[in-house]
């Protein structure tokens, strides 16, 4: 059958998806942008639901399932933290997904309903993911190999890129139109869905630290934050040349220096000269734009992005990670406060352990000295009961804050909380450094 003809007869209503659902149905949003005219439909029928189980790696849209009084319809399970469902993760009314290592960001069921976004086809009956693959391509081949349904709601504002950001109109059950739900172009939020903050003071010194670790012709990851988000945009490569870029996501910034020459890949042992990554965000409509069908950006699967055999055979590659608080032997929590969850794991294992891995590789861990303004200090003798622990005192590399750059690899545990401490807020060293003693002679 001719693809514009299979195309055609897929098309069906969100409502009509959404009376597909039983009671007891398992549902996954494929990671990125839920679809938006799906979840809305199912929403809809909350009073008609009972136990139906949502997977939404990271949650963009407020279906209204995230409030208190949905959990009979709705039982709820997450990756990732974001501002859309925060309440929800705060007040234990839905659960998380460890994220592991370079693999797919959905649970180890098989939905049997899947939602995806794409753009529409193109003349080949190819639609693409827009800024955002994800493992999208493979879990749409795994639900349709486990005869389950794929739908794909169409957005005509999705932008098409090179690498594997592609999906025949064949390999979808059913298409559903877009509807709205704001925020069609590039947000003006961080890359977890948060407001942006004003710039603090610090963040300027901590860049500074960084630009003196950067070298002319690393590749370079960057990872999601609210300190990290900001470095590329506020200058960490200034003077620097022939850098590469290799990461799960684009923060702001990426594009203009790759249009300016700044990051070409030139030195990059795989992928030269391009920019490899998963998802794009962060950035204007102007720059998306420019993005579209560029040769210079490869998009492609994440469980490739984020496999360490890959991310280590980057020779110079330098990951960049944030992180909450770091304890005195160096390990580093990026997930959670004590029992407090405010972020995921995602690929920064991956990336800080590779990279260490790598051939002249090095990974960079990003956090402001204090926290609850100034009050509490980040150098922490102990990481507090219940804190999340993201990547081991093993692994720990280089620790960067306003104050200075610790590098802890090589190091004595003795050493090491002499390096943090020197890194630490100076009203906060004399007792850092009496717990030091306490704990290491």
């Known amino acids: 059958m001719d693809w514009q003809k299979d195309y055609e007869a897929k098309f069906i209503s969100a409502e009509r998806v959404a009376e597909m659902v039983k009671s007891g149905d398992r549902i996954a949003f494929t990671v990125g942008r839920e679809a938006f005219a799906c979840g809305l439909a199912i929403a809809a029928r909350k009073e008609e639901l009972k136990d139906v189980k949502i997977f939404a790696g990271t949650p963009t849209h407020d279906f209204g399932w995230y409030d208190a009084g949905w959990e009979d319809s709705f039982s709820l399970l997450i990756a ?33 309903l899947l939602l995806a976004e794409v753009s529409p086809p193109d003349r080949n009956g190819f639609c693409s993911f827009g800024n955002s693959v994800w493992n999208k391509k493979k879990d ?72 003196g670790v950067i070298r002319d012709g690393d590749t370079v990851q960057i990872g999601v934050g609210r300190t990290t988000e900001q470095l590329v945009r506020l200058g960490i490569f200034e003077g620097k040349s022939d850098i590469g870029f290799h990461s799960e996501a684009t923060p702001p910034g990426v594009i203009a220096l790759v249009r300016e020459g700044v990051i070409n890949g030139a030195r990059k042992t795989l992928h030269r000269e391009k920019v490899v990554a998963t998802s794009i965000g962060g950035s204007t409509r102007e720059e998306m734009e420019w993005v579209q069908m560029n040769p210079l ?58 990279a260490i891995g790598a051939k002249g590789g090095r990974s960079l861990t990003i956090l402001p000295s204090t926290g609850r303004n100034g009050k509490a200090t980040r150098i922490v003798p102990a990481l507090p009961e219940g804190t999340w622990v993201t990547i081991p005192r093993t692994y720990a590399d280089h620790v960067i804050t306003e104050y200075g750059v610790a590098k802890l690899r090589g190091k004595s545990m003795r050493e090491r909380a002499a390096a943090l401490i020197s890194i630490a807020h100076p009203d906060f060293r004399e007792e850092l450094t009496n717990a030091a003693k306490r704990m290491f002679g």
Request: glycine share 10%; net charge negative.
């Open 297 to 354: 950006f490869n998009l492609l699967d994440y469980d490739y992005v984020s496999d360490y055999r890959v991310i280590s055979a980057h020779d110079n590659m330098t990951a960049i990670n944030n992180a909450l608080l770091v304890d005195l032997g160096g390990q580093i929590a990026a997930e959670s406060l004590g029992p407090q969850i405010l972020g995921s794991a995602g690929g920064q294992p991956d990336f800080a352990i590779a």
């Open 80 to 112: 990732v933290p974001t501002a859309t469902c925060q309440d929800a993760v705060d007040e234990r009314r839905c659960d998380m997904l460890p994220t592991f290592p370079h693999e797919h960001m959905l649970p180890n069921w098989t939905p049997d």
């Open 140 to 211: 749409i081949r795994r639900a349709r190999k486990a005869g389950k349904l794929v739908v794909a709601e169409l957005n005509e504002h999705l932008i098409r890129t090179y690498g594997d950001n592609f999906i025949h109109v064949s390999e979808i059950d059913y298409f559903v139109e877009h509807q709205s739900g704001g925020g069609e172009g590039p947000g003006t939020g961080s890359l977890a869905g948060r407001a942006v903050k004003e710039t603090e003071p610090y963040v300027k010194d901590i860049i500074r630290h960084v630009n």
